[in-house]
């Protein structure tokens, strides 16, 4: 079963991928083999979602949103995951590797997700 640690920020999309290389480059130890970052993506606005035509991806879209919305972020504006590839835990723990991306993102600027269901 895999472990994975969704990340969601009102930080725009720019931005993250700076700070998140700054992250990437501090923490090198735990981003070479313990836990895999995949590149942060954009999370649509309303406006942009009425845009869009295929339900089906305007589902997929604004899931997104609500998800960022219903664990308390205000207007979320990306998001990205982690997968934890090495299952024994051995520098830092799911709740450790939160803190490490409230601390570096700002408490106010993120909501971390466990498995994308339970808020760590």
Do not use: W
Request: hydrophobic share 40%.
């Amino acid at each position: 079963m895999s472990i994975d640690i969704a990340c969601y920020t009102s930080i725009n999309i720019d931005e993250l991928k700076e700070r998140l290389d700054v992250v990437r480059a501090k923490y090198d130890y735990l981003f070479d083999g313990p836990y895999l970052m995949f590149e942060p993506r954009i999370i649509l606005s309303r406006q942009q979602l009425e845009l869009i035509d295929d339900r089906v991806e305007k589902y997929n879209q604004e899931t997104k949103l609500l998800t960022g919305e219903e664990f308390g972020l205000k207007e979320p504006k990306s998001h990205f995951l982690i997968v934890v590839n090495d299952k024994s835990l051995p520098e830092l723990n799911t709740s450790e590797i939160a803190g490490v991306f409230r601390q570096e993102l700002g408490e106010e600027n993120i909501i971390v997700l466990l498995n994308g269901e339970d808020l760590i």
